[in-house]
């Protein structure tokens, strides 16, 4: 059975950086077939997908509101998937949440539906 679970909330200003990382039980990190994610929810709106990558081949994919700021990685030895957050911005602020889409990579990946595990979220504040 597939674990996600994100590290705890963080507080900044605006221009820091934060990470979040999201620890994965069960086996699943190495697995080829998959897509990992990131996925924010700020109050009142929708979830959306922040970053993906691509088990097979490291391949990424990033919303336009967060390209050149954030980095999403992988690291098999230690089980996690990473989202590194540079120049937050109070727009940023929200829930992050992990996740892992069954079907792996392909346009289905940018949308909330279809995922089969998600971890509890971790919220991000960005404030001054």
């Known amino acids: 059975q597939v674990q996600l679970q994100e590290s705890g909330p963080g507080l900044v200003k605006p221009s820091q950086t934060l990470s979040r990382t999201c620890t994965v039980s069960g086996g699943a990190i190495t697995t080829s077939t998959l897509a990992w994610s990131w996925f924010r929810q700020a109050p009142g709106k929708e979830r959306e997908v922040v970053a993906c990558?691509?088990?097979?081949?490291?391949?990424?994919l990033y919303v336009d509101s967060v390209k050149g700021r954030f980095t999403i990685s992988r690291d098999n030895a230690k089980d996690t998937v990473n989202l590194q957050m540079y120049f937050l911005k109070p727009e940023d602020t929200a829930v992050y949440y992990c996740g892992v889409h069954p079907r792996g990579w392909g346009p289905w990946i940018q949308v909330a539906y279809g995922y089969d595990h998600w971890g509890e979220g971790t919220k991000v504040t960005v404030s001054s």
């Open positions: 990558i691509n088990s097979r081949d490291g391949s990424t």
